[in-house]
C-alpha cells in the first residue's frame, strides 16, 4: 500500500466531498471513493436503519442494494452489525462469507448468491433514531486486507464529518426556506383578514395542531390557494 499516495488522494477527496452541492451527491461521491481507494472494494454503498426499516443510499451497484434488502428480509447482517455499533472506529471485516452461516444463518449463503464473497461496514454516523454504515464488497473471498481495512476506516472518518456537514447544510436550507413560506402566508392571511403579525401566525398554528399538519404545509396551502380553506 503506497501510503503518501493515499493521503494525497484522500486530501483531494476531502476537498471534493466539501464542494458537492447537496447530501445525495455527497453520499455519491464518498461510496464512488470507496471502489478508487479501497484495494480490493468492487461495491459500495451506505446502509440507513430507521428503526427496523432499512434505507440503501448512493449504491455503486445493483449488488449493493440486493444485500440491503436481504438484511432487511432476515432481521441481520454485517452491515446491521456496523451500523447498530455504539463505536465510531468499528470496522467489521469478513473475509469469507462462506464461513459465516453461523452469525448470519439467513442472511450469509443468499448473500454469497448474490455474488458477495467479503465486506466491510464500517459506522458512519448515528443519532436518535437513525443508523448509517458505510459498507464495502468483494465477489472475492480474502479481497480485503489489514491495509484495505485502514484504509476504509480513514474514508469513513472523512465520510463521517462530510456526511454531517451536508446534512446541516441541507437542514439550515429547509428552515430558511419554511420560515420564508411561513412568512409569505401569514402576509396574505393579515391582508385578507386585516389581522396582526402574532395573530395571522396564532391562526396558521391553531389551524396546524388542529388538522395535524405540519405548519409548513400550512403555509404552503395558503399560498398556494390564498386562503386556508
Known amino acids: 500500500m503506497d501510503w503518501a499516495r493515499f493521503a494525497q488522494q484522500m486530501a483531494a477527496m476531502a476537498r471534493d466531498l466539501l464542494a458537492q452541492d447537496s447530501v445525495n451527491a455527497t453520499l455519491e461521491r464518498i461510496t464512488a471513493s470507496a471502489t478508487e481507494l479501497v484495494e480490493g472494494c468492487d461495491a459500495a454503498g451506505i446502509l440507513i436503519l430507521h428503526g427496523t426499516r432499512v434505507e440503501s443510499l448512493a449504491p455503486t451497484e445493483p ?7 436481504l438484511q432487511q428480509q432476515t432481521g441481520e447482517g454485517p452491515c ?7 463505536q465510531g472506529d468499528h470496522v467489521l471485516r469478513i473475509a469469507d462469507l462462506t464461513t459465516e452461516h453461523r452469525r448470519w444463518p439467513a442472511y450469509a449463503p443468499r448473500a454469497h448468491a448474490l455474488g ?7 459506522l458512519l454516523f448515528t443519532d436518535d433514531e ?3 454504515a458505510l459498507n464495502l464488497y468483494s465477489r472475492k473471498p ?7 481495512e485502514t484504509a476504509g476506516w480513514l474514508l469513513a472518518s472523512h465520510a463521517a464529518v462530510a456526511f454531517s456537514a451536508a446534512r446541516t447544510h441541507a437542514q439550515m436550507e429547509q428552515a430558511v426556506a419554511t420560515r420564508h413560506v411561513i412568512g409569505e402566508a401569514m402576509g396574505i392571511i393579515m391582508g385578507s383578514h386585516r389581522l ?3 395573530e ?9 395542531q388542529a388538522n395535524n399538519i405540519k405548519l409548513r404545509d400550512v403555509a404552503l396551502r395558503v399560498c398556494e390557494r390564498g386562503a386556508l380553506s
Open 142 to 148: 480474502g479481497a480485503f486486507t489489514p491495509d484495505s
Open 200 to 208: 395571522a401566525f396564532s391562526v396558521l398554528r391553531r389551524y396546524s
Open 130 to 132: 437513525d443508523l448509517g
Open 196 to 198: 396582526s403579525e402574532e
Open 116 to 122: 458477495v464473497g467479503s465486506m466491510m461496514g464500517f
Open 63 to 69: 449488488l449493493v442494494t440486493d444485500s440491503d434488502t
Open 80 to 86: 446491521f452489525d456496523a451500523a447498530r455499533s455504539a
